[in-house]
């Protein structure tokens, strides 16, 4: 069960990582995509808790690290992802699961994840970039992920409570 | 669908029994943090000391194998949805004849944006034909399939070409419109390409009118206000707004060709301190809406596809 699960979640995110690099190309805002796999691993969060989601946030972030197109210092979004599933799951112990609660933990996520890969971008100077274009993504991307909160979150959150072995009988 | 308020229960799962001995969900063991953060730094210092013999790059490219693949058949299965709206407001006919005059008009332009090069390249190769030599190139055709985020601030894109296509790392890529970069590296099947406008990007560039080289660097902003800074080398010219500036190119062509059209001077700055000069350069190739590219590759290369050759004959 352990492996099937660990099978599906990888599944998931890399079905995250292909539609946000092939599929929402096509709708990018000066190239800012909606980060799906980031809501993916906040969902993973919400659901299983923080030990799951740093789990899942490392494999995913090498995945994104890794895959083409990608070309920055690998490891970078895995630590971002490493801190948005810390972050999201320590967060879901503390409040009730309302809606606005579950979008303002993708909007917090969605800051802190690509602020860390900007700043650890920052300190590795790779790129040398400003910091008002930085800003300026962080801000798009925390747009598009709370506009596609309504659609991916529930679905992610779904797939992994079925996935829980001790509660599929409740 | 939303997240149902009865089930909240699940929120806060004991974690008793099968999953992990950790005791209460949500608050993993202190060892296993550290392990992670250990695992990140790690790779970040071994891919950064690295550089491009990194022992990630391996690894890079079996992922690329499993993925470019994979992205390949995600962006051939959404190309028809994507044009839709193209294919509801035209005819087939008036779209092929568009499609047509579209591409004769870019060709036109760029003729006018190299004139003033061509015609100082004449006066001063006149007799270097070795030089003429050097301009043909074959060209490979291939469509971007994937974009790299904003989100991880460099502009790279997927294509669907590798080496079993001829491509090498440091070949030159262009569109209809001028340069759209150089490519890092090669999957059998497709390639991951540096655009221009990548902070990282460093190409020769040549203004057109007055000959004088420099180099132009990118900026890392994608979309509408993607630009490169070029910086000549002599310092004592003033470069003219509204000049066509083409790349330099470097001996045997790689990583970039000669003579390929980049984009226009929109603004030049003084540097009152040391007197140099820095042109701000808007690039031909819309970056956000890239499609169709052509990888330069050197003439009678083995290809898995019809390739364009310099006469304009397709092999």
């Excluded at chain 1, 274009?133 to 962080?138: E, F, H, K």
Aim: net charge negative; with cysteine.
């Amino acid at each position: 069960m352990t492996g099937m699960r660990a099978f599906v979640a990888v599944l998931a995110v890399s079905a995250a990582l292909v539609l946000q690099v092939s599929v929402f190309s096509y709708v990018a805002w000066q190239g800012v995509v909606p980060n799906l796999v980031l809501l993916v691993v906040v969902g993973a969060a919400l659901v299983r808790g923080a030990q799951f989601a740093m789990l899942l946030g490392f494999a995913a972030g090498v995945l994104l690290d890794l895959a083409p197109p990608a070309d920055h210092v690998a490891g970078r979004w895995a630590l971002a992802l490493l801190v948005v599933g810390y972050v999201a799951g320590r967060v879901a112990l503390d409040v009730k699961p309302t809606v606005t609660a579950v979008v303002a933990t993708v909007a917090a996520s969605s800051f802190l994840g690509t602020s860390v890969f900007a700043i650890s971008g920052i300190l590795l100077r790779d790129p040398p970039m400003a910091v008002p274009d930085l800003l300026q993504v962080v801000g798009a991307s925390v747009l598009w992920d709370v506009v596609l909160t309504p659609f991916v979150l529930p679905l992610v959150m779904t797939m992994f409570r079925r996935l829980e072995p001790d509660r599929a009988t409740s | 669908m939303r997240p149902d308020p009865t089930r909240e229960r699940r929120w806060r799962p004991t974690g008793l029994g099968a999953s992990g001995g950790s005791g209460r969900h949500g608050q993993p063991p202190r060892g296993l943090v550290v392990a992670l953060l250990l695992a990140c730094a790690t790779l970040i210092t071994l891919d950064y000391q690295g550089g491009n013999d990194s022992p990630v790059e391996p690894v890079r490219r079996v992922m690329g194998e499993v993925y470019g693949p994979v992205e390949v058949g995600v962006a051939t299965a959404i190309r028809p949805v994507v044009s839709i709206p193209r294919w509801l407001r035209s005819q087939d006919s008036m779209r092929d004849e568009i499609d047509d005059l579209e591409a004769q008009n870019a060709e036109l332009r760029q003729q006018v944006n190299t004139a003033g090069y061509d015609r100082n390249k004449l006066a001063e190769y006149d007799g270097l034909t070795a030089a003429a030599g050097s301009l043909g190139y074959a060209l490979v055709p291939a469509r971007v399939v994937g974009l790299g985020p904003s989100q991880s601030f460099s502009s790279t894109v997927t294509i669907d070409a590798g080496s079993r296509a001829g491509l090498r790392p440091d070949m030159t890529v262009v569109n209809n419109d001028g340069l759209v970069g150089r490519v890092l590296r090669v999957t059998r099947t497709t390639a991951t390409v540096l655009l221009v406008i990548d902070a990282d990007s460093v190409v020769g560039g040549r203004v057109g009118e007055s000959m004088e080289i420099g180099m132009l660097h990118g900026r890392g902003v994608l979309g509408d206000e993607g630009r490169l800074d070029l910086e000549l080398i002599d310092t004592s010219v003033v470069p003219n707004r509204g000049d066509t500036v083409v790349t330099w190119g470097s001996e045997s062509g790689a990583p970039y060709v000669a003579g390929v059209p980049v984009g226009r001077i929109e603004t030049v700055f003084s540097n009152v301190r040391d007197g140099s000069q820095r042109a701000v350069i808007a690039p031909f190739v819309d970056f956000g809406a890239l499609d169709l590219v052509g990888v330069v590759v050197p003439s009678g290369t083995d290809s898995d596809r019809a390739v364009v050759e310099a006469d304009g004959s397709i092999r």
